[in-house]
């Protein structure tokens, strides 16, 4: 219904460097309507987010968008095995679940 998002002023594209085609897609479309809005009076910022992408290629692609960099917090991680195989996964999980919180 609005093909240039003028009711938003900001969109977060999470988790970029999971490239399939539909990423590529929206990121294309995504840098059309920030260059016609930025011809207007209400520009687009676009904030692409991801631990692993190359910042370098898409900041090229972005016509040399700024890069911000933050480092991340690794926190420690307990697995859980339960000592028989179950039969109805979604009751366990949810049993786990209810347990560990």
């Known amino acids: 219904m609005d093909p ?6 900001v969109i977060i594209a999470d988790e970029a460097h999971e490239r399939t085609l539909r990423t590529d897609l929206i990121l294309s479309r995504l840098k059309d309507i920030q260059r ?3 011809q ?48 109805d996964f979604l009751e366990a999980g949810l049993k786990t679940f209810f347990q560990l919180h």
């Open 4 to 9: 240039l998002l003028s009711g938003y002023s």
């Open 36 to 38: 016609i809005r930025n």
């Open 40 to 87: 207007k009076t209400r520009p687009l910022k676009v904030v692409i987010m991801s631990a692993t992408l190359d910042a370098e290629k898409f900041s090229a692609y972005f016509n040399g968008a700024k890069i911000v960099y933050v480092q991340g917090r690794q926190y420690p991680v307990k697995i859980y095995y339960t000592s028989e195989p179950q039969q």
